[in-house]
């Protein structure tokens, strides 16, 4: 390694290793295994793997909320980030430090010789050297994009988690949900916990248990849940706990990825175990920017990061669930790959108006294209391009009265681009 890489900031780094791999994803994992050999990562704590098209995000940070507040020092990989790489490594509930990243990037640089790795696979060798280094009682990964072939199931999990199977990431998963159960269940081990959330999960995920000989636990038959008007009652593997919050985090949905988590913390609790109190104080403390995010103020700015059709279904509930406004207004933006005109259908019965948004880099879709799909969906409420989030985000804040909704949404890059 040169000079120049040591003294390479943050940026520098993540400039340099978007460019070490001439496609953007390539599943595999004989690249990673070999650079991750060469590093000599070793874990002893027990490590929790979260796969699925939706609910990763809010699992994990669920999963680490709990662990930490019954005072174990937790290392969490999410991805990707809203604002901040920093975001997408955790340790004891702080993002990484700059330095630590680049000190991190600069380990696999040095393993990986003339080994071709993509952004996120260097992104997640180095979150893994990292984790390495520190004295953890527990691992939580969210999986980036299916399980079998993704970066993070290099390393072994004492107990996966999946949350849910949706359609999404077609040209590298499968186009059913067969295909794609298939693979998010490729994070299951033998003999250990498989946790699936899925109220109706393929047969494909089933077979997978099976076929591999993982403990699967099953929602609606070992463990779940129940509401109770203001409170609810979660049941699982370690015996019922009533009386329970709603959590901090927002929408119906987050009872059952609360639930997988407290079956993931059941499934480790001889290893691991959590006092009734810190679950309450997590419940009570978690928070996800991005996912159904309220913002202060009025009229009320909702954020969500909802882009695959079954994710743009769980806001348009939320936003059914979120009390009248005369109007509802989109802020919309996608990536040009992801499935638009299902986006647009699930939620368009709830907006009166759009404001469309043209998204930076070469996957980002442009306004004129999303105006397009609303053109042959039919929808016929009144529209706007823009060319950015900030612009389309200025425009809707001048046509909002003060108890209307403005909704952002469809990428994380969206929501990004609101925060400006």
């Known amino acids: 390694m040169t000079g120049g890489a040591a003294r390479r900031s943050l940026a520098g780094w993540l400039e340099y290793i978007e460019r070490q791999h001439p496609q953007a994803i390539a599943l595999g994992l004989e690249r990673v295994f070999e650079v991750f050999s060469r ?59 700059e330095n630590a990243l680049c000190e991190a990037f600069a380990a696999v640089e040095r393993a990986r010789g003339s080994v071709p790795l993509t952004y996120f696979e260097f992104g997640t060798l180095a979150a893994f050297y990292l984790f ?29 988690v999946l949350t849910s199977v949706g359609i999404d990431h077609t040209e590298y998963l499968g ?40 403990r699967l636990l099953l929602i609606g038959r070992d463990f779940g849940y129940q509401a109770q008007g ?57 928070v996800l920017p991005g996912r159904f995010q309220v913002l202060p103020g009025r009229p009320q700015v909702v954020l969500d990061v909802a882009h695959n059709p079954e994710a743009a279904a769980v806001l348009a509930a939320n936003l059914g669930d979120s009390g009248f406004s005369p109007e509802t207004i989109a802020v919309f933006g996608m990536l040009k790959d992801k499935d638009v005109a299902g986006v647009v259908r699930a939620v368009a019965p709830r907006i009166t108006r759009w404001h469309l948004a043209s998204l930076p880099g ?12 609303l053109l ?45």
């Not at 662990?67 to 990484?96: C, D, K, Q, W």
């Not at 159960?181 to 946790?195: L, N, T």
């Not at 070469?362 to 799909?373: C, H, Q, V």
Request: with cysteine; aromatic share 6%.
């Open 175 to 214: 186009s059913t949900r067969e295909a794609i159960g298939r693979e998010k269940a490729g994070i299951f081990r033998s003999a250990m916990p498989a946790v699936v959330a899925d109220p109706s999960p393929p047969a494909s995920v089933l077979e997978e248990a099976r076929r591999k000989g993982a």
């Open 230 to 286: 203001t409170q609810w009652a979660y049941w699982g593997p370690a015996g019922k706990r009533s009386g329970l919050a709603h959590p901090a985090l927002r929408g119906a949905v987050q009872l059952r990825n609360a639930s997988a988590a407290f079956a993931a913390v059941d499934t480790l609790r001889d290893r691991l175990p959590v006092a009734m109190q810190d679950l309450r104080r997590a419940l009570a403390e978690t």
């Open 39 to 97: 590093l000599q990562i070793r874990f002893s704590c027990p490590i929790l793997a979260v796969g699925g098209t939706n609910g990763k995000g809010s699992t994990c940070a669920l999963l680490e909320a709990i662990l930490s507040s019954a005072g174990y020092r937790t290392g969490l990989y999410t991805s990707p980030h809203l604002l901040r790489y920093n975001e997408r490594v955790r340790i004891a509930g702080r993002e990484a430090d």
């Open 132 to 160: 390495s280094r520190e004295d953890l009682d527990a691992l939580i990964l969210e999986v980036g994009l299916g399980g079998r072939l993704d970066a993070v199931n290099v390393l072994d999990a004492d107990c996966a």
């Open 362 to 373: 070469p996957r980002g879709a442009d306004a004129r294209f999303l105006s397009s799909i």
């Open 376 to 420: 042959e969906l039919k929808i016929q409420t009144p529209t706007a391009e823009h060319e950015s989030v900030a612009m389309a985000l200025a425009a809707a804040k001048i046509e909002a009265a003060e108890n209307d909704k403005i909704v952002v949404f469809g990428s994380f890059l969206t929501v990004a681009g609101a925060y400006g």
